[in-house]
């Protein structure tokens, strides 16, 4: 079977099957091309990122800050520990929680609103003790975050945008402005930092054309946000 995305700010993906035809292909993306419009044309920009405003870097270093600081305090009252955190570049994951308690989440989150950090990290320290999306796992998560439905939601709406950001200087800022670990931490903490043609795709063959333009888990298994 077939699948086609809209991925934010990038060209439309349409995978298919090798039996597929061109000819197939082409009919499937013709038929969606209205739908194709539609997505894109949501794909508005609202969190007032600036690529040149980031540093990739600093805002790695501000999140590990962050999420050990509310990791560590959450810890305890959950009854649960971890061995490690990493703070990765996930294309489509928040966060993720290892069956030998490591912990990893995205750098971006440090560009959200804090209470969305906050409660990512809480969501995942949850896995260490529920390693599924059962009732019982969002019933300890609402003991520790109440109003989780918010974080969730805008994660939703805004985190498709966040997840395509793509600073213009991954390692540090030259001349310009520079986002430093303080203010990184400052903003988010206040809940205010800035947020500063198709592509079908087949496991045999990957072409291109001129059209313009979240959290499972598994016991035992690495869980992902």
Request: glycine share 6%.
């Amino acid at each position: 079977m077939w699948r086609l995305e809209v991925p934010w700010g990038e060209p439309a993906r349409l995978t298919a099957p090798r039996w597929m035809s061109g000819a197939e292909i082409e009919q499937v993306l013709e038929e969606k091309r209205a739908w194709i419009e539609k997505e894109r044309a949501r794909q508005v920009p609202r969190l007032g990122l600036d690529a040149r405003d980031v540093s990739e870097s600093e805002a790695r270093t501000a999140a590990r800050e962050l999420v050990s600081a509310i990791a560590e305090e959450e810890a305890e009252p959950l009854g649960v520990s971890f061995a490690r955190i990493h703070i990765r570049g996930q294309r489509t994951l928040w966060g993720s929680c290892s069956s030998r308690g490591t912990l990893s989440f995205n750098w971006r989150l440090v560009l959200a609103p804090y209470e969305v950090l906050d409660y990512v990290v809480v969501h995942e320290l949850c896995h260490l003790r529920e390693h599924n999306h059962s009732r019982r796992f969002w019933s300890l998560v609402e003991q520790r975050r109440p109003h989780w439905r918010a974080q969730r939601d805008w994660l939703h709406e805004h985190g498709p945008e966040l997840l395509a950001f793509r600073p213009a200087v991954s390692q540090s800022c030259r001349g310009g402005l520079k986002m430093s670990t303080s203010s990184v931490s400052s903003s988010a903490s206040a809940a205010c930092g800035r947020f500063g043609g198709m592509t079908s795709t087949s496991p045999a063959r990957t072409s291109t054309t001129s059209s313009p333009s979240s959290p499972r888990k598994k016991r035992r298994q690495p869980s992902r946000t």
